[in-house]
């Protein structure tokens, strides 16, 4: 024996191991009250009244009635209030049917309607629910500790000769610390049914281990010879020093959906005090009796662990009915009863509102619920993958209320301005067709006033639009249209008379006005190119999706030319389900089809509502601003700046060409302009052979990534017909995306050149040669 052995550490660590792997007596034995050292177990209570007759037959012939008594006392202590087992675990009664199952008040609660916190370690038990469910402070629920807590064993632990004891050796007397024999051969025998913890994800809680007087162990070799011992500790020869993991304890279907239900029945409880007390609290604050009331310390403690325990709660559900082993059945729970929207809105965003309401006097409690919030919806978004994208847009709610709050350190609230556009990104990523998303990052594009706008646009020509942004618009727009004098301190005169010109159409404001600021913008936009050079490349794309979403008159419910397209959408859908053939390499789907709120005109009707269209007052004008603006980008030959406009307008062209209805739209665009444009970038191309003819999207995308400005136009409901359906798939990180490589230029230029091919195949406003590899105008006009 080596000196620096730590015999204390391994005297813990050996108590501990013996706690966790030493098998446990089934939930409904019975142990005999004159045993001194309670080693031995019965199965029924006529097993346990026989030993007591052959064992200790001295005790009760002195005092027959009250050893009896005293037997039958002790079996229904161990049959009493501890015993949780159910038919599910005790293998009686039948099997219930977790197709059927339903979580409407059948969960078991705990007898005195009392809940654990948050941040306990105990397991309550669960009986009947009480009429008026109240929540108890720490205080109260300690003195109640003792009714509502399981005990972790209620009897001492039997003496296991195959355990190892480190205060004996084989003689039975006390000696230093021995290490056991490593076996060869490990064979665990199968574990018998436990009650399960709250949480059915986490090992059950290690029984107490009770001093008991040792037996002699026995050698490694007996172990080898007894098949199904439960060992101490397992290893593996070839990592010596090193412990295995040791094997969990599956849990049956029946004993998960009982655990969801349970859960659920005390979520429900805690969540009906969070509204109550949330509502109350909103209610005073409407009332403005004392406007100056301020709530106590306590108080504010109160209702943060309040909320706190419906957030573990919620946490508590998800792990079970998301559970590994669930069913279908249960794992459609969650989503039945809407768990997410529910945690959010009555776990997090009431009690936000609440708080950000107090301010300044809440800001410090608001700060703690933000950062508690936070972790939980971290936490769920690891380990509960089924509602990632939910996750994704609550992380980024609470990172916009953090930066919101933040008013004395700059430099913290724009980390967390960039946390919560970072997330919000993310779920744009996975959902592109949500105008919800951009909404909520055109909030975060202050105090850029170009890109606010933008969002606001994108937001209301997705396939799904998100109509507050119309309301959300005026807050960048009026300030702007009532002194247009005094531009924005941050942005150029250019962009101020830009939104100008847009909030005139927005607002269906005078022809007059709107001429001015196209006027204004206009006059300045070369210079403002030339300057500020490789900028206008993201810039260009903010203004050609803005004017598109002039055409759509802002996302309206009312827009002419989104039914159109809708028509359109319906009659494909009409084309590909009569049509037997796959088109694997066809443009995405749309899922225009899901909006209910939206629905097509007739056919019959297109020819007037295009009349009423040509005639509107804010498509005209917007048109005029499109294609006066295209004209003047396209006039700078060899800028390769300019790209990125180009590129969106001609993929907006190539929609409308395929549109019947829409397509004479296009008649008046810059066409001479455009031939120009793409005759000197043919020129510029080495051997344009190889690029034209040839589709927009090679089949062969091996080499191919999406461009910057795909991620700036993917989701609106003209772009749905342009990207393959597998595009995006190979989509380049956040940060990446933005760069401007060499490649990146080439392959747009590339892109440009196609799409201008592909409009010249519908023999109406362009033509290509292929023998001089040139274009030319086949119905010259120019927009008045």
Request: charge should be neutral; hydrophobic fraction near 35%.
């Amino acid at each position: 024996m080596t000196s620096n052995v730590d015999i204390h550490s391994r005297w813990v660590t050996a108590l501990r191991t013996q706690a966790k792997t030493v098998d446990a007596p089934p939930t409904d034995a019975l142990s005999c009250p004159y045993c001194e050292h309670s080693g031995r177990i019965f199965q029924s209570l006529d097993q346990l009244v026989n030993h007591a007759n052959v064992e200790h037959a001295s005790v009760l012939e002195a005092n027959p009635e009250t050893a009896r008594a005293q037997v039958r006392d002790a079996a229904l202590r161990m049959k009493g209030p501890t015993d949780r087992s159910s038919d599910a675990t005790a293998g009686g009664g039948s099997t219930p049917d977790i197709t059927a199952l339903s979580l409407e008040a059948r969960g078991r609660l705990s007898p005195s309607g009392r809940k654990r916190p948050a941040d306990s370690d105990f397991h309550a038990r669960r009986g009947k629910a009480p009429v008026h469910p109240e929540i108890y402070d720490e205080e109260e629920y300690a003195r109640d500790l003792r009714r509502t807590v399981v005990p972790e064993r209620t009897r001492p632990k039997p003496s296991n000769p195959r355990l190892y004891d480190p205060t004996q050796d084989q003689k039975g007397t006390r000696a230093s610390y021995r290490a056991p024999e490593v076996a060869s051969e490990w064979s665990v025998e199968a574990n018998r049914s436990q009650p399960q913890s709250r949480t059915p994800l986490s090992t059950t809680r290690p029984p107490t281990v009770q001093h008991h007087t040792p037996k002699p162990a026995v050698s490694s070799a007996s172990h080898r010879s007894q098949p199904g011992l439960i060992e101490i500790q397992r290893y593996d020869s070839r990592y010596p020093g090193l412990l295995l993991q040791p094997d969990s304890r599956p849990i049956s279907q029946e004993q998960l959906a009982s655990e969801v239900k349970s859960i659920y029945a005390g979520l429900t409880m805690v969540e009906t005090k969070c509204i109550h007390v949330d509502r109350a609290q909103a209610a005073a604050l409407q009332d403005g009796s004392d406007p100056t009331a301020r709530l106590a310390s306590d108080h504010w403690q109160a209702l943060i662990a309040l909320h706190r325990t419906l957030l573990h709660e919620h946490h508590d559900f998800f792990l079970a009915s998301q559970h590994p082993s669930a069913s279908p059945a249960l794992r459609r729970l969650a989503a039945k009863y809407s768990m997410p929207a529910r945690m959010w809105k009555h776990g997090i965003h009431s009690f936000l509102e609440l708080l950000r309401r107090r301010l300044p006097e809440s800001i410090d409690y608001m700060l703690a619920f933000i950062y508690l919030a936070y972790q939980m919806m971290a936490l769920l978004y690891e380990t509960v993958p089924a509602f990632e994208d939910t996750w994704i847009e609550c992380l980024g709610d609470l990172g916009r209320y953090r930066m919101a709050i933040e008013d004395e350190n700059p430099r913290d609230r724009e980390t967390w301005a960039g946390v919560a556009r970072s997330w919000y990104s993310k779920a744009a990523d996975k959902n592109p067709s949500v105008g919800r998303l951009y909404h909520h990052l055109a909030i975060l594009a202050r105090p850029n006033a170009l890109r606010q706008l933008y969002y606001y646009a994108r937001s209301l020509t997705c396939v799904k639009p998100f109509p507050s942004a119309r309301e959300s618009i005026l807050t960048l727009l009026d300030p702007i249209l009532r002194r247009p004098a005094d531009p924005y301190s941050h942005d150029p005169p250019i962009d101020t008379n830009f939104i100008q010109a847009h909030g005139i159409l927005f607002g269906k404001a005078s022809s007059e006005d709107f001429e001015d600021a196209r006027f204004a913008f206009q006059s300045q936009l070369d210079n403002h190119i030339g300057r500020v050079t490789a900028k206008w490349k993201e810039q260009g794309v903010y203004i050609a999706v803005t004017n598109l979403a002039g055409l759509f008159n802002y996302g309206s419910d009312d827009s002419i030319l989104r039914q159109i397209l809708l028509l359109h959408e319906k009659q494909l859908t009409r084309s590909t389900s009569l049509s037997s053939q796959s088109e694997e390499d066809s443009r995405s789907p749309s899922p225009i089809e899901e909006d209910k709120s939206s629905q097509p005109m007739s056919e019959s009707e297109v020819a007037a509502q295009v009349e009423i269209l040509s005639s509107d007052f804010t498509f005209s004008r917007a048109y005029l601003l499109t294609m006066a603006t295209l004209m003047l980008v396209l006039r700078r030959n060899g800028d390769k700046n300019v790209l990125p406009h180009v590129h969106v307008l001609l993929s907006f062209f190539s929609a409308f060409a395929s549109i019947k209805y829409v397509a004479h739209f296009l008649d008046h665009a810059p066409w001479t302009e455009l031939v120009s444009f793409l005759n000197t970038l043919l020129k510029s191309e080495q051997r344009p052979e190889k690029i034209l003819p040839g589709p927009v999207f090679l089949a062969d995308q091996a080499d191919s990534l999406p461009l910057p400005e795909d991620y700036l136009i993917r989701g609106q409901i003209w772009s749905q017909w342009y990207f393959p359906e597998r595009w995006f798939k190979r989509e380049h990180d956040e940060e990446d995306r933005s760069l401007e490589l060499a490649s990146t230029v080439k392959l747009r230029t590339e892109r440009v050149l196609r799409l201008g091919y592909e409009l010249a195949t519908f023999d109406r406003w362009l033509s290509y040669d292929e023998q001089t590899h040139t274009f030319s105008v086949t119905n010259p006009s120019n927009p008045s």
